[in-house]
């Protein structure tokens, strides 16, 4: 009887595609202390069937290919505000529902947890709209959508990466003609604990629930995104990248899931979903006749089934040839995972005392204080060290 499906737990990305191929429903996705989703197995219900050990997609070689790299602008503007990007996951969704299809993706429910669900039509989809950077718990959605595939239902997909190989772990080949999958260039995940501890913070100060949350207002343009949470008497906090304690820790790699510095099986041109989106970052500088600040979209297609539904939007989409050679400078994701903070470990030793504390997170990403600056210094000093050491300490005196 297996109590794990991973020996090491480091590798795993917390898809949930054994939890959903598990024919005796031993697998249930549990946090860890950092707040992360992992499989847990129950060793009586168990019965060695190994199935989740093969459906788990990690460490698999993927054949690289070629992609047809292009911008693109839903042409609604209302869609694109609401959007992250330039709102192409909406045309696809939109031409997907019209087809009689079901669309997945990643929506907050009203206890503000993100969750991948089901949408049947355009208000449903509604909810997907904008990233959130949290982990998404897609182990049920997987399990929906391989059932409704079986069945003959074509179903969009749309989640990071790791979600998509999953997915495809787990789809039989012959069920997946009418499956559209679709990912993102992909930072990485941080903590849905840590989120829900965050968002716990600020109904504290405010006292008041938290009843929307948006990472990637673009009031202030889409370069210059706010996260905006929205209090049950419509009040608002709202902070940039240099002020928003909880998005300068995503943006900086404080509290990332383990996997998210060693998926690169998943980059550049072995990338395995239909379309793969992202922000077009730089097009300043590379197509600023496209660029309004209002959104636009990268897209990395790797396969026919995705062409086809980037042409099938038509008129929905405006679309113009790039290549990603000089956007890797202003977005390294498209080929490089990241690296972890260097005070990860910090992070999480106060995060399991006393939960997200903001000033702790601003403490820990500040630069080095002018003490620290100073100690520095007297560290590296090669020659005539004593000397120097008694002109900082009286410096350090005044
Ligand atoms: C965690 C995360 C990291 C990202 N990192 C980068 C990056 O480094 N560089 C870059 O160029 N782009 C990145 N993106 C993608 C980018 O922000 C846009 O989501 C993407 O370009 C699609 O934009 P859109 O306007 O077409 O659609 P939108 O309307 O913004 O659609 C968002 C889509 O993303 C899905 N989604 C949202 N949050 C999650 C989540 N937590 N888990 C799974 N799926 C989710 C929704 O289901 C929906 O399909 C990231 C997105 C996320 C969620
Ligand atoms: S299938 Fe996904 S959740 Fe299960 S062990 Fe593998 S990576 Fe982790
Ligand atoms: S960075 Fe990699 S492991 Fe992390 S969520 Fe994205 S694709 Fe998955």
New binding site residues.
């Given amino acids: 009887m297996r109590t794990t499906v991973r020996q090491n737990k480091a590798e795993c990305t917390g898809c949930g595609a054994c939890a959903s191929v598990c024919p005796n429903g031993a697998i249930t996705m549990k946090p860890d202390e950092e707040g992360f989703l992992y499989p847990s197995v129950d060793p009586a219900l168990c019965i060695s069937c190994d199935l989740c050990e093969k459906r788990c997609p990690v460490g698999r070689e993927h054949e690289p290919h070629k992609q047809w790299v292009l911008g693109a602008q839903n042409k609604d503007k209302a869609v694109r505000a609401a ?8 045309a696809l969704a939109a031409n997907m529902i019209a087809q009689g299809g079901i669309v997945f ?2 929506a907050f429910d009203e206890a503000m947890k ?1 969750e991948h669900i089901g949408a049947f039509s355009e208000d449903e989809f509604s909810a ?9 718990d897609s182990a049920e959605a997987i399990a929906h959508a391989k059932d409704l595939l079986e069945r003959g239902i074509p179903v969009l997909f ?3 990466p790791c ?1 998509i190989d999953g997915l495809l772990a787990c789809v039989k080949p012959q069920h997946q003609q009418k499956l559209l999958t ?1 990912d ?4 990485g ?1 941080p903590s849905p604990g840590v989120f829900a501890s965050y968002i716990r913070e600020l109904e504290e100060k405010r006292g008041q629930k938290v009843v929307a949350y948006t990472f990637r207002d673009k009031r202030c343009g889409w370069k210059d995104f706010s996260a905006v949470a929205t209090f049950a008497d419509g009040s608002e906090h709202a902070g940039n990248q240099q002020t928003e304690p909880f998005l300068r820790g995503f943006l900086q790699n404080l509290y990332l899931r383990p996997s998210c510095t060693q998926c690169d099986a998943l980059r550049g041109d072995r990338r395995r979903a239909d379309i793969t ?3 077009l ?1 730089g097009a300043q500088d590379v197509c600023p006749g496209w660029d309004d600040d209002t ?1 636009l ?2 897209l990395m297609v790797g396969t026919q089934k995705g062409r086809k539904a980037i042409e099938a939007c038509g008129a929905q989409l405006v679309t113009f040839p790039m290549s990603t050679e000089k956007l890797l400078r202003v ?1 390294p ?1 498209i080929e490089k995972t990241a690296q972890a903070h260097p005070k990860r470990e910090a992070f999480f030793k106060g995060y399991k005392k006393n939960g997200f504390k903001a000033k702790a997170v601003e403490k820990l990403l500040a630069g080095p204080g002018r003490a620290e600056r100073i100690l520095r210094r007297i560290v590296h000093l090669p020659k005539g060290a004593l000397r120097r050491i008694r002109v900082l300490i009286g410096k350090m005196k005044k």
């Avoid at 959007?83 to 909406?90: A, E, K, L, R």
């Fill in positions: 959007s992250s990007s330039g709102g192409v996951f909406s993706g990643a993100v997907m709209r904008g990233s959130k950077y949290v982990q998404s749309s989640g990071t979600q679709v993102f260039v992909c930072h995940v989106m992202a922000d970052w959104g979209s990268l977005n994701s």
